[in-house]
Structures are given as C-alpha cells and as structure tokens.
C-alpha cells in the first residue's frame, strides 16, 4: 500500500475495511494504524462512484466539499 498516493490509497482502504464488515473502520484503526477520517473519506468518495459507468459524480463532490 506504500506505493499507492492519494485517492488510490483511499480507495484501498475504503474497500479493505468494507470487507471487514461492521467495526471494520475501528478494527482498521487499532490493529493497522490507519486514519479513521482517511477511510471515512474513502468510503464518501466510494459512494459518490456511479456504478454504471465508473464515473465520479460531480455534483455530489461539489455539494460534500460545501458542506465540509
């Protein structure tokens, strides 16, 4: 995972601890060191993903970084 940078690595860890299931995040955190804000950002950018095309929906983007 140390070579991948930025959305890719999130992307990573949003699907590892989807994996892991319910506490995945926690679980993530204590045993593997990793930043629960990193994944949760992770995980907002996985649902943001349409599925159909694998395209990022913008306005979705922009509507999360308003409200941050």
Known sequence: M???KGAAKRKFMAQTVQGL???GQRLAQSELGW???TIRKGVREL???DSSDGKTNDSLI???RISS
């Open 2 to 4: 140390s070579q991948l």
């Open 21 to 23: 299931g319910l506490g």
């Open 35 to 37: 930043n629960r804000d």
């Open 47 to 49: 649902r943001l993903i």
């Open 62 to 64: 922009f509507c999360l």
